[in-house]
């Protein structure tokens, strides 16, 4: 699997956007990019994913450079329920059975 | 929808007594995992099944057993528990392996072994 390194930590204030930045300078052509947060004390839940344009959801938004070689989380506007750890993962566009979790990047929203 | 659910939240056990780990879903979906999260590290692959009654190994898979008897249920068993099978266990599943395919993750349980 393809390797992602993101920041350890990150922290923001609440009701501003959020940046998180995921390097993944060995993606290949066929590999999703995925984000999954992991609130304390709960599972993973989904955030978002992408391929090669940037997506939009109710949750996020996901910018995805040129080369595909980075990408961006965006919270557009930060909540206290945001703080979490975040987990960049890429999955094999062919399927996989497993998400390959680093050590994610935990994020602090000072209110 | 329930989503997916786990039995027991917290539980502690001696070396050496034995457990089973009970993971339900709700969503008809056809694959199911089991990871382990340990302290300040991200969740490591047990076991996963791609539908009933089959099972297969994922990365740490030593010490543990699954059985996937019905669609809905994945029970993972600990015969003879050490104290580096202390953890948080999650339980997972999906509609597909694609992917694009989410994972849908339970709420964990907590198992000290001492």
């Known amino acids: 699997d393809a390797k992602t390194t993101q920041p350890n930590s990150m922290e923001s204030n609440e009701e501003e956007p959020v940046h998180l930045p995921c390097n993944h300078s060995?993606?290949?052509?066929?590999?999703?990019i995925h984000w999954y947060r992991q609130l304390p004390s709960q599972g993973p839940e989904y955030v978002i994913h992408?391929?090669?344009s940037n997506v939009n959801n109710r949750m996020a938004s996901l910018a995805i450079a040129e080369d595909r070689k980075s990408s961006t989380l965006i919270l557009h506007r930060a909540t206290l329920r945001d703080a979490a750890v975040y987990y960049c993962?890429?999955?094999?566009?062919?399927?996989?059975?497993?998400?390959?979790f680093g050590k994610g990047t935990k994020l602090t929203v000072n209110p | 929808n329930a989503g997916v659910t786990q039995t027991p939240k917290f539980r502690v056990l001696k070396t050496g007594q034995s457990m089973t780990l009970l993971c339900a879903q709700d969503m008809n979906h056809e694959y199911m995992y089991w990871y382990r999260q340990d302290p300040g590290m991200g969740l490591r692959l047990i076991h996963y099944s791609v539908g009933e009654g089959t099972t297969a190994k994922g990365e740490v898979p030593d010490g543990y057993n699954v059985s996937r008897l019905k669609k809905q249920n994945f029970l993972l068993g600990l015969e003879s528990a050490a104290p580096s099978q202390t953890s948080v266990y999650f339980c997972?599943?999906?509609?597909?392996?694609?992917?694009?395919?989410?994972?849908?993750f339970g709420p964990g349980t907590r198992l000290t072994v001492l």
């Open positions: 993962i890429l999955r094999y566009q062919g399927g996989s059975e497993k998400l390959v």
């Open positions: 992408g391929l090669t």
């Open positions: 997972a599943s999906s509609r597909g392996l694609a992917g694009t395919a989410q994972q849908f």
């Open positions: 060995t993606i290949s052509g066929t590999d999703y």
